[in-house]
């Protein structure tokens, strides 16, 4: 017989009454201060601290699912231009920059590490420096069932799709199609899931 695990989402679901308390608790304060507090309660571990950053995303992102894991140290920059699915996880030292948008599907895996990048600089002009430029924003999109391996890189304007494999290191700068495993700097095709590995 199979042994049977009890993964962090099942223990989500049991406490599923006490966060949607919180979740009211939080809104008296502005959503100024919401992302304030998202911020400050990164380094927190443990069930408790993970609830409380999802009740506190919930209740800044523009759209956040259910069940959705921040562990620590996970560094959500302007949260609310963030649309987040359901059973997502972020694992620690991810960097999540949305001041362009970004939009997360239902089940992805955000392994610890990861970039993803809505903003860049300016570059155009060669006789002014970069810095005095400006920045320019481009959405990102990730397709559900996504993973994102450890310390990979997604810039801005980029679209994932769905059941995609992002290797570990691999640098995403255009567009992925669905089923698509991708690795390398810059990231490129190596196969689609389903294709026999070999193995």
Same mark, same amino acid.
């Given at each position: 017989?199979?042994?049977?695990?009890?993964?962090?989402? @099942?223990?989500?679901?049991?406490?599923?009454?006490?966060?949607?308390?919180?979740?009211?608790?939080?809104?008296?304060?502005?959503?100024?201060?919401?992302?304030?507090?998202?911020?400050?309660?990164?380094?927190?571990?443990?069930?408790?601290?993970?609830?409380?950053?999802?009740?506190?995303?919930?209740?800044?992102?523009?759209?956040?699912?259910?069940?959705?894991?921040?562990?620590?140290?996970?560094?959500?920059?302007?949260?609310?231009?963030?649309?987040?699915?359901?059973?997502?996880?972020?694992?620690?030292?991810?960097?999540?920059?949305?001041?362009?948008?970004?939009?997360?599907?239902? @089940?992805?895996?955000?392994?610890?590490?990861?970039?993803?990048?809505?903003?860049?600089?300016?570059?155009?002009?060669?006789?002014?420096?970069?810095?005095?430029?400006?920045?320019?924003?481009?959405?990102?999109?990730?397709?559900? @069932? %996504?993973?994102?391996?450890?310390?990979? %890189?997604?810039?801005?304007?980029? %679209?994932?799709?769905?059941?995609?494999?992002?290797?570990?290191?691999?640098?995403? %700068?255009?567009?992925?199609?669905?089923?698509?495993?991708?690795?390398?700097?810059?990231?490129?095709?190596?196969?689609?899931?389903?294709? @026999?590995?070999?193995?």
């Amino acid at each position: 017989m199979a042994k049977q695990y009890v993964r962090g989402r @099942d223990k989500f679901q049991k406490l599923k009454w006490a966060f949607r308390f919180l979740g009211v608790v939080v809104r008296v304060f502005p959503k100024g201060m919401r992302i304030k507090m998202l911020t400050k309660r990164k380094k927190g571990e443990g069930l408790f601290s993970v609830g409380m950053r999802y009740v506190l995303l919930k209740s800044v992102a523009q759209s956040c699912g259910e069940a959705v894991a921040v562990y620590s140290n996970v560094y959500l920059r302007n949260p609310q231009n963030l649309r987040v699915g359901s059973n997502v996880t972020f694992q620690p030292m991810s960097y999540i920059e949305a001041s362009g948008g970004v939009t997360i599907g239902d @089940d992805c895996s955000i392994a610890h590490g990861v970039s993803i990048m809505s903003e860049s600089h300016v570059t155009t002009d060669r006789d002014i420096p970069f810095k005095c430029q400006g920045m320019f924003y481009k959405p990102v999109t990730i397709g559900e @069932d %996504t993973w994102v391996g450890a310390k990979a %890189t997604i810039l801005a304007g980029v %679209t994932i799709g769905k059941k995609v494999i992002i290797g570990a290191n691999a640098v995403v %700068t255009k567009d992925i199609p669905d089923y698509a495993v991708v690795a390398g700097a810059p990231a490129r095709i190596i196969k689609y899931r389903g294709e @026999d590995s070999g193995r």
